[in-house]
């Protein structure tokens, strides 16, 4: 199992310590360092900014959101990167839900979220491959463009730039069953949200048609401290946050994650509390048994024996979000 280092999105500003912590996990010698985007800043450039300071660890969206690009853009985006640092380029996707879609993208989430999906990876393969000019007879992602709108001049087109890697990784981020399983079918990677090692029959029926080399690669927040109570927190609050606001009430595919993986009855309180402006209940309502699944926090010898149940299961990647290097050194001794 490869260690990646997870350093998310920025908050109110720019992160100071993440170029620190990314240089960090490659003298370590972790595999890989991801970034994501939400509502705020995006995944490209600091891992472009990532890039110019390092110079071999594999670089990796965790997520880039298909909403905000054309998938021919963000072929662009992939390829020009992949040249810049000498072939350590991954490019995960996710598709996000209605709240951010429509709410910040402006445009409607789709009817068929599969097939939105599918479309938009046969695109950026087709840009990647560069063996003939990009034509798609889409549902959501047609070109060239033959809506009722256009000019009808549009032709299809080949990218400029020749790209590094046809092969250039592809992987997505996916929650629901159909989802994961046409992740792995069409991907070279899934990137599990929340994933438990005690729980590994919530997924392993979805990705049993992934060919050799398909990489799983779940986020985990790891902390090395003496209570883990005191790690949970980071974790507990980030689950309200995830599992109460990023969603309706109707339709929030982390709340619908939650209770399958056992915990139905407080993903909803979670969620009413939540929306109701009640959100340090929230938080508070989160259960530390799940959030403890899903993390690696506590004394050395904790996150030791708990690592281990990551090592035995299909997960390939762990891509760890930690807030100190003292937390990734141990990650990497007890890796290696």
Known sequence: MRLGLALGYWGRSPAPHHLGLAREAEQLGYHSVWTAESWGSDAFTPLTWIAAHTSRIRLGTAVAQMAARSPTATAMHALTLDHLSGGRMMLG????????????????????????????????????????????TGDYHGLPYAGPDGTGLGRPLKPITHPLRADLPVLLGAEGPKNITQTAAIADGWLPLYWSPFRTDVYEGSIAGAAPGFMVAPMVR??????????????????GFYIGGMGAKSRNFHAD????????????????????????????????????????????????????????????????????????????????
Request: hydrophobic share 45%; net charge negative; proline share 8%.
């Open 93 to 136: 996707l996710g598709l996000s839900g209605p709240q951010v879609v429509e709410g910040w993208y402006g445009r409607p989430f789709p009817k068929s979220p599969l097939t939105a999906t599918r479309e938009y990876i046969d695109v950026v393969r087709q840009v990647l491959r560069r063996a003939a000019p990009v034509e798609l």
């Open 222 to 239: 790891a902390q090395l401290c003496d209570d883990p109570a005191d790690g949970l927190a980071a974790v507990r609050m980030m689950l």
């Open 257 to 336: 994650l939650m209770a399958r993986m056992g915990y139905e009855e407080e993903a909803r309180r979670v969620q009413e509390l939540f929306l109701e402006g009640r959100r340090e209940e929230a938080v508070a309502a989160v259960p530390e048994a799940f959030a403890d699944e899903i993390s690696l926090v506590g004394p050395r010898e904790r996150i030791a024996e708990r690592l281990e149940l990551w090592r035995r299961g299909p997960v390939t990647d762990l891509l760890v979000t930690a807030p100190d290097p003292a937390t990734l050194r141990v990650l990497a001794e007890l890796n290696s």
